[in-house]
Antibody
Framework: QVQLVQSGAEVKKPGASVKVSCKASEYTFTDYYMHWVRQAPGQGLEWMGRIHPNSGGTNYAQMFQGRVTMTRDTSISTAYMELSGLISDDTAVYYC?????????WGQGTLVTVSS | DIQMTQSPSAMSASVGDRVTITCRASQGISNYLAWFQQKPGKVPKRLIYASSSLQSGVPSRFSGSGSGTEFTLTISGLQPEDFATYYCLQHNSYPYTFGQGTKLEIK
């Protein structure tokens, strides 16, 4: 079945960068946008942006502009989200998700902890 | 940015109750609204898309309505597995924005 599998948990120091991967399977990766959403501990959902895997075109939420970069490798059906200049408030679970014609699968989430 | 104001932020109800959650958009979003359910430690699950279309596999006790700026999620006949946090999401324009969530607890 359709699946998004994300990379494992990360612990980073303030100021560092983190790159999370999201590997898609059982659908045509290049046909559908990949979205990234994050959720800080005990908080709500926050949309970060999206990438179209075919063109590489991106849309980012203003609050992440300049710090977030979304890329993809179509040869391995994998999307990436890199966040730089990490601060403690970036501690969160990061999800990838895609909207297909009949379902909206999500990755399992990647916990990124920012701590000195 | 379009602000999504969700109410209430928390509520308690009993099994069998009918509950309604509301999302109000700061400007018109047509029917570009989805509802999600999230249980603790779990991935969000889409329940409703295009304001009122039920996601396949979701029980029919869930329903959505609205257009423009006012939207509702109704659960008719609460079941024990429905106690969770619910979010709305507008995807009419960038940045997409979620409501702040409604935590539904057992009374």
């Amino acid at each position: 079945q359709v699946q998004l599998v994300q990379s494992g948990a990360e612990v980073k120091k303030p100021g560092a960068s983190v790159k999370v991967s999201c590997k898609a399977s059982e659908y045509t990766f290049t046909d559908y946008y990949m979205h990234w959403v994050r959720q800080a501990p005990g908080q709500g959902l926050e949309w970060m942006g999206r990438i179209h895997p075919n063109s590489g075109g991106t849309n980012y939420a203003q609050m992440f502009q300049g710090r977030v970069t979304m890329t993809r490798d179509t040869s391995i059906s994998t999307a990436y989200m890199e966040l730089s200049g990490l601060i403690s408030d970036d501690t969160a679970v990061y999800y990838c998700a895609t909207v297909l014609p009949t379902v909206m699968p999500w990755g399992q989430g990647t916990l990124v902890t920012v701590s000195s | 940015d379009i602000q999504m104001t969700q109410s209430p932020s928390a509520m308690s109800a009993s099994v069998g109750d009918r509950v309604t959650i509301t999302c109000r958009a700061s400007q018109g979003i047509s029917n570009y609204l989805a509802w999600f359910q999230q249980k603790p430690g779990k991935v969000p699950k889409r329940l409703i898309y295009a304001s009122s279309s039920l996601q396949s596999g979701v029980p029919s006790r869930f329903s959505g309505s609205g257009s423009g700026t006012e939207f509702t999620l109704t659960i008719s006949g609460l079941q024990p597995e429905d106690f969770a946090t619910y979010y709305c999401l507008q995807h009419n324009s960038y940045p997409y924005t979620f409501g702040q969530g409604t935590k539904l607890e057992i009374k």
